[in-house]
């Protein structure tokens, strides 16, 4: 056998008591004492001299959190002391009836108020871990709670669980209890990363930490976000423990173990109730999800003394929120139609009492959740309500399915006007094709008309555009137009004075200038500098209105899918309607007068970038360049009539003054554009 020099082995073990530490502090108490890098740093240090001197590698290493094989199965193990389970309560008075129980077994008044240990029952998986001479020998699941399944590789690999305890002082045989549990954060990026992966999403934070402990390859549940907080002891040999619960879980958290920060000892039952309230009131800013509040008797003599009955301790009682997942039928389905067109799934449920409240409806957010869940008209379905989130069916009992259950089909006409319904490739949402002729989407389109980059009426804000909808003043967007005086007076907190305003706002308005109109319309991915571009690439709306696909990718800035939702837009003959009636309302604008080439200012110069721009990218001072008819080229030479050099520039800098080439920074370039800019 080698011998080592002393100093290996106690750089070793003090590489490994520093990084137990600091593990500690940041999985354990939330409160990290080192950067990571600095943690990355010692760990591949004890690492490297662990690989140089492998007998020196033992199992509670924090090298050794992920090893070994996959398994081929779990093995069964038998719990020493059986792990119970608990009663309920689900009101105050079954909470009362358990104080009354206690205080009759234990011989008390009822006015000696017991002391109770509070803490949130996690909603996770309950384990043992078994430790002797304080390094972590078993995990194992609670199954049916005398044997359950041999889960040691998988829990070794939660960050949590200490693989050694910290101090000393432990009983030889020390078995930890607790509740193994995804975070609501760790939950929710596990499932967005799941769903982009096409893979199947948890239905719940308790469902992904049972599916994680399951897994035969540890490597697995290394990857998944998994937390464990201790909640009691089983088997203690040579040893002993404090004489409170609330203490022992105050020893087992100096050990090094986690424990619930909200854990406290109160005084009688009504302290209790008293701290449920209170909790339940945070329960959705909690970083985990908690199905209710576990009462203790703190004494453990008291405890002793009340025992068991079947599966249940006397001594303890679980007071349970609002269930927040439910079964119901799905009824219906019918769909919405938002602001912005989207056609929407909305679940219409047999009604159920869910997380507190009465639940008939549910989203089902767009036609790739529909196929996701593969759910049914008339399936039996688990609808889920967490705090103020809009209720989900999260899942679909298949089993219960009726012959007669129908597909979910998508329309197709607009339930709410009769346009089409298009579902773009790689969108999730399907939309209304209607536009501004769809009732839903009028509202927010005659917003945006009149909107300070489009139309500009002043006077005209959103909830007066919701009132003159609401009340049938307009109906289309040209009824704008013919508003009355009278009648617009008349409405509420609107006189004499600010309806002739907002009338002369929207004669005003009549003039207008094409880009600003095209913009208005709201048509989908064309903004203000879209419209301007199409704009000086047609130079007519009866231009732009005939183009096909193919034209209208030729305009610089316009792609395939602006191109598409131009081209749909003006193929529907209720927007060609809406369209024809503003301009028939008077809408007008000066005729737009292309340059011919001649015409261009730049015609004819060539013009060189260089160096870094900082308002706008090489494209598109290129673009904006080539759009007042210069040409630009990417070398400095005799031809070159002007340079525009950003900061960095070098040898073409050089090279043009050498030349005596005209050299213009960048704001001086801006300014030509916005002398230009005004031939639009
Ligand atoms: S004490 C004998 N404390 O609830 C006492 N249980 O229905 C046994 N649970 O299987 C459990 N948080 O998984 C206790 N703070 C907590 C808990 C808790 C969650 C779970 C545990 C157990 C179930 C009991």
């Not at 105050?250 to 909200?262: S, T, Y």
């Not at 005729?591 to 308002?615: C, F």
Request: hydrophobic content about 40%; overall charge negative; glycine content about 8%.
């Amino acid at each position: 056998m080698k011998t080592h020099s002393p100093t290996v082995e106690q750089q070793i073990e003090s590489l490994r008591s520093t990084l137990q530490s600091h593990n500690h502090r940041y999985y354990v108490l939330d409160d990290p004492s080192v950067p990571d890098a600095e943690y990355d740093r010692l760990f591949q240090q004890l690492k490297s001299l662990e690989q140089q001197f492998p007998e020196l590698v033992v199992p509670d290493s924090p090298t050794q959190r992920v090893g070994g094989m996959a398994l081929e199965g779990f093995s069964q193990i038998t719990h020493e002391m059986p792990m119970l389970s608990l009663d309920n309560a689900f009101n105050e008075s079954d909470m009362q009836d358990f104080d009354r129980r206690v205080h009759e077994r234990l011989g008390l008044d009822l006015d000696q108020p017991v002391v109770y240990g509070c803490e949130p029952k996690l909603d996770g998986i309950a384990v043992s871990l078994l430790y002797r001479n304080g390094i972590l020998e078993r995990g194992a699941t609670r199954g049916d709670g005398s044997t359950g399944e041999d889960i040691t590789l998988n829990v070794r690999t939660i960050p949590s669980i200490p693989l050694r305890l910290l101090g000393g002082d432990w009983p030889l045989v020390l078995e930890v209890r607790g509740e193994i549990y995804m975070p609501k954060q760790g939950f929710q990026s596990f499932n967005e990363r799941a769903l982009k992966q096409g893979e199947k999403p948890f239905v719940n934070p308790r469902n992904a930490a049972a599916g994680s402990l399951r897994q035969l390859d540890p490597k697995i549940t290394a990857r998944r976000p998994l937390e464990m907080c201790a909640y009691s002891v089983g088997l203690v040999e040579q040893g002993s423990l404090p004489e409170s619960h609330t203490e022992i879980l105050l020893q087992l958290q100096q050990w090094g173990l986690k424990i619930n920060p909200e854990m406290k000892a109160v005084e009688g039952v009504a302290a209790c109730l008293e701290y449920y309230l209170q909790l339940s009131e945070r329960r959705n800013q909690l970083p985990y999800e908690i199905d209710g509040i576990v009462f203790k008797v703190n004494d453990i003599l008291q405890q002793r003394k009340l025992g068991f009955v079947s599966r249940a301790p006397r001594w303890a009682i679980a007071h349970k929120f609002p269930a927040q997942e439910e079964m119901t039928i799905l009824e219906d389905v019918e769909f919405q139609v938002g602001r912005t067109g989207a056609v929407t799934p909305v679940a219409r449920l047999k009604p159920v009492f869910v997380g507190g409240v009465t639940v008939s409806n549910a989203t089902l957010h767009n036609m790739d959740e529909v196929e996701r869940l593969d759910v049914r008209i008339g399936d039996s379905v688990i609808i889920r309500r967490a705090g103020d989130v809009i209720p989900q069916i999260v899942s679909v009992i298949l089993e219960q399915r009726p012959v007669d259950a129908k597909i979910v089909e998508l329309p197709s006409d607009c339930p709410v006007c009769g346009a089409l319904v298009e579902r773009i490739e790689g969108e999730a949402a399907a939309r209304c094709s209607g536009g501004l002729s769809c009732g839903a989407q009028r509202k927010e389109a005659i917003k945006h008309y009149v909107s300070r980059k489009a139309m500009d009426i002043d006077g005209l804000g959103d909830k007066l555009v919701e009132l003159l909808v609401d009340n049938g003043q307009i109906k289309q967007l040209y009824d704008l137009y013919s508003l009355e005086h009278p009648k617009v007076a008349g409405l509420e907190r609107m006189g004499d004075k600010s309806a002739e305003n907002l009338l002369q706002a929207i004669e005003k308005s009549r003039f207008t200038t094409l880009p600003r109109f095209l913009y208005g319309l709201g048509i989908r991915e064309v903004g203000e500098t879209t419209a301007k571009s199409l704009v000086r690439y047609f130079g007519s709306l009866e231009a732009i209105r005939e183009a096909d696909e193919e034209q209208l990718q030729a305009v610089p800035d316009v792609g395939p899918i602006v191109a598409h939702h131009v081209r749909v837009f003006f193929q529907q003959p209720h927007n060609l309607e809406i369209l024809d009636g503003l301009i028939a309302a008077g809408v007008h604008w000066p005729v737009v007068e292309l340059p011919t080439v001649d015409q261009q200012p730049l015609n004819g110069k060539t013009y060189v970038l260089t160096g870094t721009l900082e308002t706008l990218t090489r494209g598109e001072a290129k673009e904006k360049l080539e759009q007042l008819g210069a040409k630009v080229s990417g070398s400095v030479s005799k031809k070159t009539d002007c340079l525009v050099a950003g900061p960095g520039a070098g040898s073409k800098l050089t090279k043009a003054q050498g030349l005596g080439i005209d050299v213009i920074d960048e704001p001086q370039l801006l300014k030509i554009f916005e002398d230009y800019a005004e031939a639009f």
